[in-house]
C-alpha cells in the first residue's frame, strides 16, 4: 500500500516545491512599491504615503549580472492595466517619465492627493488609456494637449482648484459638448476675488477656438507641376498654424508670410509634384489653449497611364492575361492581337474592376486554340499620354502543322518538349554510305516481296465472283465509318484501275453493282451528289482517335441541319493526300451518300477545299457497339480491360431484343443494296 502511495505523494511535493522555487524567483526580481498591493495587472496604493515619487514596480538583484531582472520588470510593467493612487499628499507633479513602461495602462485614478501639474507629454506613450480619475487634488490647471491622442471615455475632474481663465475653456466647452462625461460632473473654478464659481458660467473675453481657411478645397496639378498652398489661422488667443505632410512624396517647403495681429498664414510649396501623391489629403491645423481646428485639401494629380504589369496567360478557371494599368484620369484599355485589333467574343472578353486611378483585371481566353497564339499589346489612353506592352501568349500547338485552314481546336494540349537536333560531323563518310547501303537493301526487297504478293494473291481466297462491293471492318472503332483500303497507299494502288479497290497490300477487281445504284444513282455519273460542307463550318473539339486512313476529331458543324443551329459530329481526316488517296476519298464519299438507313451510321457529306479532306459522319455518344454490348454483360469484368461494371449493370433481355431488331434491319436492307461484309 505504501508503494502505491508514494507517487501521488512524490508528484504533491513537486509540484509544492517547483511553486515555492517559482515564487522566490518573481519575489526576487519583483518588488512592488511601498503602501502598494500588486497582482499581474493591477497597482493599488490607497494607504497613504508621504512619498513624492509616482510608485514603479522596482527589480531587485538576484544574482545575476545579465539584466534579466530589468527585462523582465519592462515586461510586467506592460502587463499593467490600472493604477490606483490614494492619499499620497507628496505626489505633486505627473512626469512622462513616470508614465512611459505602462503601456498597456487603461485605468489611471489619482485622487485626494496633492498633485498639482502634469508634464504635457505625459500620456504620449499611453494610448490605450479610456478611463482617467484626477478628482480631489490641487489642479490649478490643465492643457486640453495632454488628452489630445487619446480616446477617453470618462475624464473625472471635481474637487480641483483650477482658475477661472482661458487655459481652461476647453473644459467648458467639453462640458457643453458632453465629452468625457464631464456633462455630469459638478466643475468649479477660482475667480480673482477667490470666490467659486460653477465652471459653465464663466465668461472670458477673447478666448475661443480658433478659425481656419485654406486657399483651396481641392487642389488639381498636373504631373510634374509646383503648387502653392495658403492657410489661414486666426482667432484670439492667436492660433498656431502649420501643415501636417507626414507620408507626401513630392518636394515641400513652409513658409510663414504673414503674421499679423489676430492672423497667422503659412504657405506650402509643392515642387514637382509626383503621381505618388495623388488622393493625398493635405490638413492644416490651427492649435491654442482652448483648442485644435482643422482643414482638409485633397490633391489631385492628372498623369499619364503606366502599364504597371502585364503577366503572360496562366490557366485558372479560364485562361488569364492579368494586368494592372494606372493612369489619372483612368485610362480607356484596347488590346491588339499581333498587331490587329481584338474583337471581344465569347471566346475572349476582358474583365477588369477600377478603383480611383488603378485598373486591374484579366483578358479572358474560354478554351483558347493554337489560333489564339501570338502576341497580346495592352494599350492604355488617356487624355495627357498613351502606353503599351506587349505580351507573347502561347496556348496550343498546331494539330496540322503543314495546314493553316480555319480549324480551332478547343481541347488543351499538353506542351511537347523541344526536339533537340544535333548535327553529326561529315567526317563519318564509311557509316553514311553504310546506312544508305542498307536502306536500298531493305526498299529493293519491299519491291520484290509486293511484286509476288500481288502475282499470287490475286485470287479471292473464297472464289467469290459477280458483281460484290467489299467493305472492310477492320478498322479502328473508334470512326463511324473507315476508308476501304484503310488509308494505306501502295504501289500497285496507283496502278489500280477506276474497277479495282485495295483491301490491305491486295487489288481486288470490283464490278459496281447494278442494283445498288438503282433510282438513277451512279458514282460515276454527275447526278450523284456528294454533300460539302465548308471548312469555316467545322469546329474540332477533341482527338477520338486515328487509324491507317487519318485521325477521327469529335466536331461541331454549323449550318448542318436546318433546325439546329450546330450539332455534334466525327469528322475523319485523310492522312494521305496522294492522288490515288485522293480518288479513293471521293469514290467512298459516293458510295456512303446512297446508304440512306436509320440504323446505318450516317455520312453527312465531305469538306474538300484545302488539306486534309474530311469526311463528316454522325456522332454517336456511346461509342463502338460492339464494345457497348460487351460493357453491359454478365462478363464485363473480364472482357472490359478489368474496369468496374457501368452503373447501368446488364442489358435486359428486351432491350437486347430491341437492339438485335434494329442491327437485323439495318443488314437486311446492306443486303438488299447486295452489299456482302469480308
Given at each position: 500500500m505504501d508503494v502505491s502511495l508514494c507517487p501521488a505523494k512524490c508528484s504533491f511535493w513537486r509540484?509544492?516545491?517547483?511553486?515555492?522555487?517559482?515564487?522566490?524567483?518573481?519575489?526576487?526580481?519583483?518588488?512592488?512599491?511601498?503602501?502598494?498591493?500588486?497582482?499581474?495587472?493591477?497597482?493599488?496604493?490607497?494607504?497613504?504615503?508621504?512619498?513624492?515619487?509616482?510608485?514603479?514596480?522596482?527589480?531587485?538583484?538576484?544574482?545575476?549580472?545579465?539584466?534579466?531582472?530589468?527585462?523582465?520588470?519592462?515586461?510586467?510593467?506592460?502587463?499593467?492595466?490600472?493604477?490606483?493612487?490614494?492619499?499620497?499628499?507628496?505626489?505633486?507633479?505627473?512626469?512622462?517619465?513616470?508614465?512611459?513602461?505602462?503601456?498597456?495602462?487603461?485605468?489611471?485614478?489619482?485622487?485626494?492627493?496633492?498633485?498639482?501639474?502634469?508634464?504635457?507629454?505625459?500620456?504620449?506613450?499611453?494610448?490605450?488609456?479610456?478611463?482617467?480619475?484626477?478628482?480631489?487634488?490641487?489642479?490649478?490647471?490643465?492643457?486640453?494637449?495632454?488628452?489630445?491622442?487619446?480616446?477617453?471615455?470618462?475624464?473625472?475632474?471635481?474637487?480641483?482648484?483650477?482658475?477661472?481663465?482661458?487655459?481652461?475653456?476647453?473644459?467648458?466647452?467639453?462640458?457643453?459638448?458632453?465629452?468625457?462625461?464631464?456633462?455630469?460632473?459638478?466643475?468649479?473654478?477660482?475667480?480673482?476675488?477667490?470666490?467659486?464659481?460653477?465652471?459653465?458660467?464663466?465668461?472670458?473675453?477673447?478666448?475661443?477656438?480658433p478659425e481656419i481657411s485654406v486657399s483651396h478645397v481641392n487642389l488639381t496639378v498636373r504631373e510634374g507641376d509646383n503648387a502653392v498652398i495658403t492657410c489661414n489661422g486666426s482667432g484670439s488667443p492667436l492660433p498656431d498654424v502649420d501643415w501636417i505632410v507626414t507620408g507626401l512624396q513630392s518636394i515641400n517647403t513652409h513658409q510663414t508670410n504673414l503674421n499679423w495681429t489676430n492672423v497667422h498664414a503659412i504657405n506650402l510649396t509643392l515642387v514637382n509634384v509626383t503621381s505618388e501623391d495623388n488622393g493625398f489629403t493635405l490638413t492644416c491645423i490651427a492649435e491654442n489653449v482652448v483648442g485644435m481646428s482643422n482643414a482638409s485639401v485633397a490633391l489631385t494629380v492628372y498623369y499619364p497611364p503606366r502599364v504597371v504589369s502585364l503577366e503572360e496567360p496562366e490557366l485558372r478557371l479560364e485562361h488569364c492575361i492579368e494586368f494592372v494599368v494606372r493612369g489619372n484620369p483612368p485610362p480607356t484599355l484596347h488590346w491588339l492581337h499581333n498587331g490587329q485589333p481584338l474583337r471581344e467574343s465569347k471566346i475572349i472578353h476582358v474583365e477588369y474592376y477600377q478603383e480611383g486611378e488603378i485598373s486591374e483585371g484579366c483578358l479572358l481566353f474560354n478554351k483558347p486554340t493554337h489560333y489564339n497564339n501570338g502576341n497580346y499589346t495592352l494599350i492604355a489612353k488617356n487624355p495627357l499620354g498613351t502606353a503599351n506592352q506587349t505580351i507573347n501568349g502561347h496556348f496550343l500547338k498546331e494539330p496540322f502543322p503543314e495546314s493553316t485552314d480555319n480549324f480551332i481546336l478547343f481541347d488543351e494540349v499538353s506542351p511537347t518538349p523541344p526536339i533537340t537536333v544535333t548535327h553529326k560531323p561529315e567526317e563519318d563518310t564509311f557509316g553514311v554510305s553504310i546506312a544508305v547501303g542498307l536502306a536500298a537493301f531493305a526498299c529493293v526487297l519491299l519491291v520484290v516481296l509486293f511484286i509476288m504478293i500481288n502475282k499470287y494473291g490475286r485470287r479471292s481466297k473464297f472464289g467469290m465472283k459477280g458483281p460484290v462491293a467489299v467493305i472492310s471492318g477492320e478498322e479502328d472503332s473508334a470512326s463511324p465509318l473507315h476508308h476501304i483500303n484503310h488509308g494505306i497507299t501502295t504501289p500497285s494502288s496507283l496502278d489500280a484501275g477506276p474497277d479495282t479497290v485495295v483491301?490491305?497490300?491486295?487489288?481486288?477487281?470490283?464490278?459496281?453493282?447494278?442494283?445498288?445504284?438503282?433510282?438513277?444513282?451512279?458514282?460515276?455519273?454527275?447526278?450523284?451528289?456528294?454533300?460539302?460542307?465548308?471548312?469555316?463550318?467545322?469546329?474540332?473539339?477533341?482527338?477520338?482517335?486515328?487509324?491507317?486512313?487519318?485521325?477521327?476529331?469529335?466536331?461541331?458543324?454549323?449550318?448542318?441541319?436546318?433546325?439546329?443551329?450546330?450539332?455534334?459530329?466525327?469528322?475523319?481526316?485523310?492522312?494521305?493526300?496522294?492522288?490515288?488517296?485522293?480518288?479513293?476519298?471521293?469514290?467512298?464519299?459516293?458510295?456512303?451518300?446512297?446508304?440512306?438507313?436509320?440504323?446505318?451510321?450516317?455520312?453527312?457529306?465531305?469538306?474538300?477545299?484545302?488539306?486534309?479532306?474530311?469526311?463528316?459522319?454522325?456522332?454517336?455518344?456511346?461509342?463502338?457497339?460492339?464494345?457497348?454490348?460487351?460493357?453491359?454483360?454478365?462478363?464485363?469484368?473480364?472482357?472490359?480491360?478489368?474496369?468496374?461494371?457501368?452503373?447501368?449493370?446488364?442489358?435486359?433481355?428486351?432491350?437486347?431484343?430491341?437492339?438485335?431488331?434494329?442491327?437485323?434491319?439495318?443488314?437486311?436492307?446492306?443486303?438488299?443494296?447486295?452489299?456482302?461484309?469480308?
Open positions: 509540484i509544492f516545491l517547483l511553486g515555492s522555487v517559482w515564487l522566490d524567483y518573481v519575489g526576487s526580481v519583483l518588488a512592488c512599491p511601498a503602501n502598494c498591493v500588486c497582482s499581474k495587472t493591477e497597482i493599488n496604493c490607497r494607504r497613504p504615503d508621504d512619498g513624492n515619487l509616482f510608485p514603479l514596480l522596482e527589480g531587485q538583484d538576484s544574482g545575476n549580472s545579465n539584466g534579466n531582472a530589468s527585462i523582465n520588470i519592462t515586461d510586467i510593467s506592460r502587463n499593467i492595466t490600472s493604477i490606483h493612487i490614494e492619499n499620497w499628499r507628496s505626489l505633486h507633479t505627473l512626469n512622462a517619465v513616470d508614465m512611459e513602461l505602462y503601456t498597456g495602462l487603461q485605468n489611471l485614478t489619482i485622487r485626494n492627493s496633492g498633485l498639482r501639474s502634469i508634464q504635457p507629454r505625459a500620456f504620449a506613450k499611453n494610448p490605450h488609456l479610456r478611463y482617467i480619475n484626477l478628482s480631489s487634488n490641487r489642479l490649478t490647471t490643465l492643457s486640453w494637449q495632454l488628452f489630445q491622442t487619446l480616446s477617453l471615455r470618462e475624464l473625472r475632474l471635481e474637487q480641483n482648484f483650477f482658475n477661472c481663465s482661458c487655459d481652461i475653456r476647453w473644459m467648458q466647452l467639453w462640458q457643453e459638448q458632453g465629452e468625457a462625461k464631464l456633462n455630469n460632473q459638478n466643475l468649479y473654478c477660482i475667480n480673482a476675488d477667490g470666490s467659486q464659481l460653477p465652471l459653465f458660467r464663466m465668461n472670458i473675453s477673447q478666448c475661443d477656438l483491301i490491305g497490300m491486295t487489288r481486288i477487281p470490283v464490278i459496281e453493282n447494278p442494283q445498288y445504284f438503282r433510282q438513277g444513282h451512279n458514282c460515276h455519273k454527275p447526278d450523284t451528289y456528294v454533300q460539302h460542307i465548308k471548312r469555316r463550318d467545322i469546329v474540332l473539339k477533341r482527338e477520338l482517335g486515328e487509324g491507317a486512313f487519318g485521325k477521327v476529331f469529335l466536331a461541331e458543324c454549323y449550318n448542318l441541319s436546318p433546325t439546329k443551329d450546330k450539332m455534334l459530329v466525327a469528322v475523319k481526316a485523310l492522312k494521305d493526300p496522294t492522288l490515288a488517296a485522293r480518288k479513293d476519298f471521293q469514290r467512298e464519299a459516293e458510295l456512303l451518300t446512297n446508304l440512306q438507313h436509320e440504323h446505318i451510321v450516317k455520312f453527312y457529306g465531305v469538306c474538300g477545299d484545302g488539306d486534309p479532306l474530311i469526311m463528316v459522319f454522325e456522332y454517336m455518344k456511346h461509342g463502338d457497339l460492339n464494345k457497348f454490348l460487351r460493357a453491359h454483360g454478365p462478363d464485363a469484368m473480364i472482357l472490359v480491360d478489368g474496369q468496374p461494371r457501368q452503373a447501368k449493370g446488364e442489358l435486359g433481355l428486351s432491350q437486347m431484343l430491341h437492339i438485335a431488331s434494329q442491327i437485323a434491319s439495318g443488314m437486311v436492307y446492306l443486303a438488299s443494296q447486295h452489299f456482302v461484309h469480308r
